[in-house]
Each structure stands twice: as C-alpha cells, then as structure tokens.
T-cell receptor, first 111, second 114 residues
Framework: RKEVEQDPGPFNVPEGATVAFNCTYS??????FFWYRQDCRKEPKLLMS???SGNEDGRFTAQLNRASQYISLLIRDSKLSDSATYLC????????????FGTGTRLLVSP | EPEVTQTPSHQVTQMGQEVILRCVPI?????FYWYRQILGQKVEFLVS????????KSEIFDDQFSVERPDGSNFTLKIRSTKLEDSAMYFC????????????FGPGTRLLVL
C-alpha cells in the first residue's frame, strides 16, 4: 500500500463548482497532516494544515479521520486561479519532520 | 514576507560531474530539508538537517549525496558524481524554531544530467 494515496485526476470543473479531494495514508502513527498546492513546475506551497476537528479557511475546508486514515479537502465556489495540483502531505515522524507526499490531484477550473 | 531562495534555478551537467545546489533558508529557521521531484512524479524526502548534522535521510540519499551548512545563511546539497537518474527538481525547505512547525519550500533547482 502506498504511504499516501490520492486520485491523480484530473478533475475538470466549471467556475463556481464545489470539488472534493480525498487522500488515505498508511501509517496510523502519522503525526500531522497538510494540503499543499503546487502549480506547474513550481514549489509546493502550504494551503492548510489539517486537524482532527476539521478546519476551514475561506472557501477551503479540510477534514481528518484518524480512525479511517483519511483526509479530505473541499473547495467551494471554484475560481480559475484554483487550477493547480493539490498535494496531500503527511508527517510520519514523531521527532524530526519527514514529509511524505502523495502524487497529487490535478484540478482544472474552466470558465 | 521571508522566503527560501535557491540557486541556480537551472543546472545542466554531464554525467559523472559534481554539482552543488545552494539554498538560503528563512533567516530565523533552524530545521532544513532537501526534497526532490522527478518530472511527473511525487515530491520525495531526501534529508533533514538540524544543529549542523543530519537528523534523518532517505534511501535515496546515498554516499553520492552530502549536505552542509558552510556559514550562517547557506545550506548546500552536493552530488559527487551525477547520474542520469539524478535529473529532477530539487527543493530546499526550512522550518522554524519548534520541531513541528510548517516547512516552507524554495522555488527549486532544476537539474538536468546529460
């Protein structure tokens, strides 16, 4: 089983749509969870951390289910500028951080 | 806003040559990392560095690789004898004074080994 698994997509949605991405991770001892965004040929940029209680940042909502080892990201009212690859990222270490990345889910928002 | 910088942005080298990739982490950060991303593939952890020593390294980070913090600002990744399969984007990242703070990534160096 892959350490962090995501549907690669692409997800093609019209502007204004709501889209959801899912991710599963294999190590139940994983410590912290993130969604990063990566534009083509650019560096990953932190979108948001993911907490067990769920958290929201504007149009973005992230959820974590530790029992199912499942992470989700919901984007409401999609904008053209949301087009990017969304990376599910897990820190598997209790000590020094070691981020493990999923392959990413590509989102294309069209007018 | 403080940011991680990397030089060069692109590097082309011949197989067997040594390359040094340079990074300037965010100034008050204490934890430093290198990752790589082969074209079309996922980002992979290479090494983490704290207090002038390696704290963890992956299987990818073999004897051909080394890291160094030669002064108070730079953090370097050296590949001693490059192979074709070392062609990738190399990202430096840094995080702050607490162990589990967010990692911030530099813009990357695209390395092409011919």
């Amino acid at each position: 089983r892959k350490e962090v698994e995501q549907d690669p997509g692409p997800f093609n949605v019209p502007e204004g749509a709501t889209v959801a991405f899912n991710c599963t991770y294999s190590n139940s001892a994983s410590q912290s969870f993130f969604w990063y965004r990566q534009d083509c040929r650019k560096e990953p940029k932190l979108l948001m951390s993911v907490y067990s209680s769920g958290n929201e940042d504007g149009r973005f909502t992230a959820q974590l289910n530790r029992a199912s080892q499942y992470i989700s990201l919901l984007i409401r009212d999609s904008k053209l500028s949301d087009s990017a690859t969304y990376l599910c990222v897990v820190n598997m270490n209790t000590g020094f951080q070691k981020l493990v990345f999923g392959t990413g889910t590509r989102l294309l928002v069209s007018p | 806003e403080p940011e991680v910088t990397q030089t060069p942005s692109h590097q082309v080298t011949q197989m067997g040559q040594e390359v040094i990739l340079r990074c300037v982490p965010i100034s008050n950060h204490l934890y430093f990392y290198w990752y790589r991303q082969i074209l079309g593939q996922k980002v992979e952890f290479l090494v983490s560095f704290y207090n002038n020593e390696i704290s963890e390294k992956s299987e990818i980070f073999d004897d051909q690789f080394s890291v160094e913090r030669p002064d108070g600002s730079n953090f370097t990744l050296k590949i001693r004898s490059t192979k074709l399969e070392d062609s990738a984007m190399y990202f430096c990242a840094s995080s702050g004074r607490k162990l589990k703070e967010t990692q911030y990534f530099g813009p990357g160096t695209r390395l092409l080994v011919l």
